[in-house]
């Protein structure tokens, strides 16, 4: 197990080159709530360690999953959208970062439900690449990361 684990980790955190890596460490210390799309309820998968790991370093985390209810006590959404609705109907706040962790060829919609929202950022995690929506995204506006992961960005140079 860990050495399928050690070889996922090579594949799937790779190092960002140095002024990506600047970029991204500014989106993280800009940000505060993030939907976390595609977060797995069973512990050994990246969603769930990645997800339960920026909580662990002071963002508000939502899961979205669409059968899960609750992961690790914390309160699980169907969408994007119902993360709006349920937590951020009478605030100024909103959903910071939407960060995905789903097939790429699924985070098409995804995307622009975000947009629609009104949120501007989105995280490709490895594994959720798609180049088309990722060029959707950034033609209109919104500021978009892929191929990289927020948790290796984060123990790289913890700028939160």
């Excluded at 939407?98 to 995804?110: E, K, N």
């Excluded at 959720?128 to 990361?145: L, S």
Aim: aromatic content about 8%.
């Amino acid at each position: 197990m860990f050495q399928e684990r050690k070889k996922m980790s090579e594949n799937v955190c790779p190092i960002t080159p140095k002024a990506e890596f600047e970029r991204q460490v500014q989106i993280l210390k800009s940000i505060k709530n993030i939907a976390v799309v595609g977060m797995s309820p069973d512990p050994m998968r990246p969603s769930n360690e990645v997800g339960m790991y920026l909580l662990k370093m002071g963002y508000k985390i939502f899961p979205v999953h669409p059968s899960a209810r609750e992961i690790n006590g914390i309160k699980v959404f169907s969408s994007v959208s119902q993360v709006i609705d349920a937590e951020f109907r009478d605030t100024t706040e909103s959903i910071d970062l939407v960060d995905l962790f789903v097939a790429g060829d699924r985070t098409g919609p995804i995307v622009e439900e975000a947009f629609r929202l009104g949120i501007r950022r989105v995280w490709f995690q490895p594994g959720a690449e798609n180049p088309k929506i990722e060029k959707w995204a950034k033609d209109h506006g919104m500021e978009v990361v892929s191929h990289s992961c927020t948790m290796a960005i984060l123990q790289r140079g913890s700028p939160v």
